[in-house]
């Protein structure tokens, strides 16, 4: 799975392309930790825009979930946008979307999320 | 009595006829003797027994004999009897190598091919020159020199060797291990069959059945059926995040939790609220687990159930008609303590049906990367759930795998469908 990361001033884009499944879930992982925990250069949000992302499998859940609870633990905001309608659906019918926000667009997404800590 | 004339023709014919007739032994015993030869040639240098050894060493002492007695001609002042003596060796050399040449090139299947190759030319190149030249060409001697290529032709030759047979070695124990690893992994597979139920018990009121087909990787589906001190019966469908044996073990652990809770927490999403914090309080490796739990009430028909996060289950009514069972749910299980899953109440009446799966089902792909999807599950549950459950979840399952053809299946396939109101 391809991952385009765009760090716009203190807020960092991450556009997963594909689907987020058993074996592409690792990456994902990987990747979200180091911009939300560990040392480093920090944004002080990281916003998931869902436009190209065509399917979360539990194992895709289970990355969003560590990478919530990274987010919390480094103080950094942490929200998902623009999802497509049937990831959207599975982020609502597991529940996730109670424990992390769920935007329409970019727009809305940095309007209503309330920068870090960080 | 006349014979019959016999035309030129005829005669020719049986001539052919004769000459194979005799040639056919000799032919025979000519290719007997050159197949006997050729296998004396490979054993010796191409095989690995001891003659073959002893030859190999032969030849490479051979060179670094041939090499060394290069500086030893050079000395000034050589007694004429060891000049002598080298110019014989040098002979005895020349020959040896030639025999070894010709031995490779009867062995070679490929003549052509060893006569072109990187040993084939730097063996030829040790002996031409003693051929074309003499033994007494001023400059052989440098020519001479280029048998420490052939020196380097033997030992590269021998550290192949000793690397192939390592990977062989390595890799031999590899399969060995990757297939204990793969009995153990059936061995586990069995077992986490093996505390699903495997039958539904008879039961006035109600009557259940379902099916799991695991994916070819450990997964972590399970389903389970839990009759309640109250005469009422509980039923669940799960799922457990990601494959493998973490899955395995965290199903086990989920079903085993939430069938011994069930017993003490009548009300479903009272008991998925107290599974849930069993769960977190034991999950090293962050997994979840979705989970519907429901419990019916054979003597009303009233089914209670709540939802962790798992995809909504379907009714057929008595009717024909199919409904989602949509009320709110919570969180998966597992991800965070302190969870609230509100329990919904729906009044069944006799002859419906309650169909319970894992996203495996709608999830399934075929070969062009279609999904099944809940609109073909929908349309089957409407059309052909009127007979039993068994029937039904039969039917299901068809209807997947004959979707899904050859696509690898990535995903557990479960399913449970409940009915009320048989007699």
């Known amino acids: 799975m391809n991952l385009r990361i765009e760090a716009t001033g203190n807020v960092t884009y991450v556009a997963p392309v594909g689907r987020l499944d058993f074996d592409a879930a690792p990456g994902f992982q990987e990747a979200l930790e180091r911009l939300l925990g560990g040392a480093g250069e920090r944004s002080a949000a990281v916003i998931i825009d869902g436009t190209a992302l065509e399917y979360v499998s539990s194992a895709g859940l289970r990355a969003f979930l560590l990478a919530a609870r990274a987010a919390q633990r480094s103080g950094i905001a942490f929200a998902l946008c623009a999802l497509q309608p049937a990831v959207r659906e599975v982020f609502e019918l597991s529940g996730f979307s109670r424990i992390i926000p769920v935007h329409t667009d970019r727009a809305s997404a940095l309007a209503q999320t309330p920068p870090g800590r960080a | ?16 006829l004769t000459l194979p007739v005799v040639l056919t032994p000799v032919l025979r015993w000519v290719n007997t003797v050159r197949a006997k030869v050729r296998g004396v040639a490979q054993s010796l240098v191409e095989g690995r027994g001891p003659y073959a050894r002893a030859f190999e060493n032969l030849i490479v002492a051979l060179v670094i004999f041939s090499i060394a007695s ?21 002979i005895v050399v020349v020959a040896i190598f030639t025999f070894e040449y010709l031995l490779r090139l009867v062995a070679a299947r490929n003549k052509f091919g060893f006569i072109f190759s990187y040993q084939g030319l730097v063996d030829l190149l040790a002996i031409a020159p003693f051929y074309v030249l003499g033994v007494d060409a001023r400059w052989l001697r440098a020519l001479r020199l280029l048998r420490v290529l052939k020196l380097q032709t033997h030992f590269l030759e021998t550290v192949v060797e000793e690397r192939t047979r390592e990977l062989a070695e390595k890799n031999a124990a590899l399969e060995k291990a990757q297939a204990q690893l793969k009995a153990e992994l059936e061995v586990a597979r069995a077992l986490q069959l093996a505390i699903l139920p495997a039958s539904f018990p008879a039961r006035s009121g109600c009557e259940a059945a379902a099916r799991m087909i695991p994916a070819t990787t450990m997964g972590g589906d399970f389903y389970d059926y839990i009759e309640l001190p109250d005469g009422q019966v509980g039923l669940v469908i799960a799922d457990v995040s990601g494959h493998g044996v973490p899955a395995a073990f965290f199903m086990a652990v989920a079903r085993t939790n939430l069938h011994e809770l069930a017993l003490h927490h009548i009300d479903p999403g009272e008991c998925l609220a107290q599974t849930n914090d069993a769960l977190c309080a034991q999950n090293p490796l962050d997994l979840f687990v979705t989970v519907f739990y429901c419990v019916l009430d054979p003597k009303s028909g009233v089914l209670r159930y709540a939802n962790g996060g798992h995809n909504p289950p379907y009714i057929r009514r008595a009717a024909g008609t199919v409904e989602t069972l949509r009320g709110a749910g919570g969180l998966v299980l597992g991800a965070m303590p302190s969870g609230r899953y509100p329990t919904h109440t729906v009044q069944l009446v006799r002859g419906d049906r309650l169909v319970l799966f894992t996203d495996g089902v709608t999830e399934a792909f075929n070969p062009a990367e279609e999904l099944y999807g809940a609109q073909r599950l929908a349309d089957e549950v409407h059309v052909h759930g009127g007979g039993t459950p068994a029937a039904l979840v039969e039917r299901i399952c068809q209807s997947v795998t004959n979707f899904a053809g050859t696509a690898p299946q990535s995903d557990d396939i479960t399913l449970t469908v409940l009915t009320w109101g048989a007699p």
């Open chain 2, 1 to 16: 009595m006349d014979h019959p004339p016999v035309s030129p023709r005829a005669r020719a014919a049986r001539a052919s």
């Open chain 2, 70 to 90: 290069i500086g030893v001609e050079s000395i000034p002042g050589l007694p004429e009897w060891a000049t002598r003596a080298l110019y014989v060796a040098e």
